[in-house]
C-alpha cells in the first residue's frame, strides 16, 4: 500500500473520529440530570415560566434537530450562545485557547528537554551507581500527580525563596517577562511529572538501541556510545518516542486543567470547570469537544508521522 493510500486511510478515520465524538459529546451532555431552565430561572419559577425559557433555548425541540444544528455551527466556528452569560462560546472558547495551548506546548517541549538526556543516560549508565539512582528518581516521579508537584514548587519558590509569582496569568502582549515569570511554575510542574514518564520509556528504547548489530558496528569502527546512539540510534528510538509522545499529551491535557485550578490561569479547563458549577451545557460542549479533537488531531499527526520516521513502512510504501 503507498503512503498517500495510508494517508488518506488515516484521514478518512480522523474525519469519523471527530463526527463520533461530537455526537457522543452532545448525547452526554443534553443526557445529563437536571434542567437548565429550573437552573437559570430558580425554584421560584412558574412551569409555564420554564417552559418558555426552555423553547427560548430550543430545548424542547427532536434531539437530532439540535445536534445537526448545532454541528453545523460548529463547522464554521460558531459552538453556539452561552446559556448564562449570553456570549458567544467561540469567543470565549478562544480566548482562552491560547493560554492553555501555551501551558501544554511548553511543558512537552519541557519534558522533552528533561527527559531525552535523563532516559539516555540511565540507560547507558544502568550497571553504575547513578544510573540506578538516575533511574529509581524518575520511577518515583511516576508517582507524583502533577497538582502535588505545583504545590510544592509554589511552596518552595513563591512562598519561601519568593523568586516567582505564585499564581496568575499574564499576556505576553502585555509584559514578555511577566508572562514567563508566571508560566515558569505551572509548566514546570507538568513538565517534571512527564520527563519521569517518557524518561522510561527512552531508557528503554536506548537499551533495545545498544543491543543492536548496527550499534555493535558503529563502536567496531570507531564511534563512541554517545555519538552511535545520537547519530544511529536515535531514529528508531524516534519511533517509540512518537507513541509516547501521543499518549502523554493527552494526559497533560487532562493536567493542565488541574494545574489551571491551581495556579489560577485563566485557560480552558478553569472555564470548563465553571461551566460544570453553572450546567452552562453550551461551554461544556464546546470546551470538551475542543479538547477531544486536540487529542484526536495530535494521534493523527503521530500516525502520519509513522509513515515518514518508521523505515519499514517507506519500504512497504514503495
Known amino acids: ?29 443534553n443526557l445529563l440530570p437536571g434542567d437548565i431552565a429550573n ?30 444544528e448545532w454541528l453545523s455551527g460548529v463547522v464554521v466556528g460558531d459552538f453556539g450562545t452561552s446559556m448564562v452569560g449570553g456570549q458567544p462560546v467561540s469567543s ?15 511543558a512537552t517541549i519541557g519534558s522533552l528537554v528533561i527527559a531525552l538526556p535523563v532516559g539516555t543516560y540511565a540507560a547507558m549508565r544502568r550497571r553504575h551507581v547513578d544510573g540506578v539512582a538516575v533511574s529509581a528518581a524518575s520511577q518515583v516521579g511516576l508517582a507524583v500527580p502533577s497538582f502535588w508537584a505545583g504545590i510544592w514548587l509554589v511552596v518552595l519558590f513563591a512562598v519561601t525563596l519568593r523568586w516567582l509569582p505564585a499564581g496568575g496569568y499574564v499576556s505576553y502582549w502585555d509584559s514578555f517577562t511577566d508572562w514567563v515569570r508566571h508560566l515558569i511554575l505551572p509548566v514546570a510542574a507538568l513538565s517534571i511529572v512527564q520527563a519521569s514518564v517518557i524518561s522510561r520509556y527512552v531508557r528503554s528504547a536506548v537499551i533495545d538501541v545498544l543491543h543492536t548489530d548496527y550499534f555493535r558496528t558503529a563502536r567496531a569502527i570507531g564511534w563512541t556510545r554517545s555519538g552511535a546512539i545520537w547519530r544511529h540510534g536515535m531514529r528508531n528510538i524516534s519511533i517509540s518516542l512518537l507513541t509516547v509522545i501521543g499518549l502523554q499529551i493527552t494526559t497533560l491535557l487532562v493536567g493542565a486543567i488541574i494545574i489551571e485550578q ?28 475542543v479538547l477531544v479533537w486536540a487529542v484526536l ?7 502520519v508521522a509513522y509513515q515518514f520516521v518508521d523505515p519499514r513502512l517507506r519500504q512497504e510504501a514503495t
Open 1 to 29: 500500500m503507498s503512503r498517500g493510500k495510508r494517508v488518506l486511510i488515516r484521514l478518512a478515520w480522523f474525519v469519523a473520529s471527530l463526527l463520533l465524538a461530537s455526537l457522543l459529546i452532545f448525547a452526554a451532555t
Open 39 to 68: 437552573v437559570l430561572l430558580g425554584t421560584n419559577a412558574s412551569a409555564e415560566q420554564v417552559e418558555a425559557l426552555r423553547e427560548q433555548l430550543g430545548l424542547n425541540r427532536p434531539f437530532p434537530v439540535r445536534y445537526v
Open 92 to 106: 470565549i472558547i478562544f480566548s482562552r485557547l491560547e493560554i492553555s495551548a501555551w501551558l501544554v506546548g511548553l
Open 262 to 289: 491551581v495556579f489560577a490561569i485563566p485557560g480552558l479547563g478553569s472555564r470548563l470547570l465553571l461551566a460544570v458549577t453553572q450546567r452552562d451545557l453550551a461551554i461544556v460542549q464546546g470546551i470538551v469537544l
Open 297 to 303: 488531531l495530535i494521534n493523527f499527526l503521530v500516525d
